[in-house]
C-alpha cells in the first residue's frame, strides 16, 4: 500500500501527540486510534498503519533482550539493567532468558543495537572470515 507524504505527515503528528515526556503513553494512542477509527477521515487505513509502524518501533526502542547461556545471577542482571539505563536512558522494559545455542557469553539487543559476545556469535564471525 503506497502511503502519501501528508499521510505520513499526520501518522507522525498523531505519533507524537502520544509521547509524554519522550514517552509513549498506551492510553493516548489508544484513544487515538479509537478517535480515527471513528472518524474515518479520507486514507485513515494507511494512516494507522504507518502509526502502528512508529510504534512498533518505539517500543522495539525502548525493549532490551538480554540472553546468556545459563541463567544470570540478579546481582548480574541488576548491573546490565543499570548499565544499559545509563547508555540508553530510563524506561527501558528488560527480558532477560538463558538460550544455549549460544554456547557461552551474551547477547544483548536494544532497539537495532546488537551487542553480541558470544562464543556462537564468535565462531559466526570467524566462519565469515574464511
Known amino acids: 500500500m503506497k502511503i502519501s507524504k501528508q499521510t505520513r505527515r499526520d501518522a507522525r503528528q498523531l505519533f507524537r501527540a502520544c509521547l509524554v515526556a519522550d514517552a509513549l503513553d498506551e492510553n493516548r494512542a489508544r484513544q487515538a486510534v479509537a478517535a480515527v477509527v471513528r472518524q474515518k ?18 517500543v522495539a526502542r525502548r525493549t532490551a533482550r538480554v540472553e546468556s547461556a545459563a541463567p544470570l545471577p540478579p546481582e548480574m542482571q541488576a548491573r546490565m539493567q543499570s548499565d544499559l539505563t545509563r547508555k540508553y536512558g530510563p524506561g527501558l522494559n528488560f527480558t532477560f532468558s538463558a538460550n544455549a545455542a549460544l554456547i557461552g557469553g551474551v547477547r544483548i539487543q536494544v532497539g537495532g543495537d546488537v ?16
Do not use: D
Open 115 to 130: 551487542y553480541n559476545g558470544s562464543v556462537q556469535g564468535r565462531l559466526a564471525a570467524l566462519r565469515e572470515s574464511f
Open 41 to 58: 477521515p479520507r486514507g485513515y487505513v494507511a494512516l494507522l498503519s504507518h502509526f502502528q509502524r512508529l510504534v512498533r518501533l518505539e
